[in-house]
Nanobody, 118 residues
């Protein structure tokens, strides 16, 4: 059974930093494209970043230069380092996994809340 468990969310002031973790079990992270999504209050879920299985990374324009996605394959864990946080980054953040060639994500975590105060 695949499980993706996010952690590291919390309350932070604008300009602060948080590091989210996504611990995977039941799958081997190194074989998957691992993504982060978020859903803010009253908003649709949106893409944040993805780390392809080969290590190439992509970001939503609004987080470029502030967020960094990384993976620790031996630990089977993916991270999202978030710096210079803004109130508009407030959302539930989700980790997801798919194969590089998939059009949709196969597995999702339960999410972790990030709240940025102004």
């Amino acid at each position: 059974q695949v499980q993706l468990v996010e952690s590291g969310g919390g309350l932070v002031q604008a300009g602060g930093s948080l590091r989210l973790s996504c611990a995977a079990s039941g799958l081997t992270v190194m074989h998957y494209a691992m993504g982060w999504y978020r859903q803010g209050p009253g908003k649709e879920r949106e893409y944040v970043a993805v780390s392809m299985s080969g290590g190439i990374t992509y970001y939503q324009d609004s987080v470029k230069g502030r967020f960094t996605i990384s993976r620790d394959n031996p630990q089977n864990t993916v991270y999202l380092q978030m710096n210079s946080l803004k109130p508009e980054d407030t959302a539930v953040y989700y980790c997801a996994a798919r194969f590089d060639s998939d059009n949709h994500y196969r597995h999702w975590g339960q999410g972790t809340q990030v709240t940025v105060s102004s």
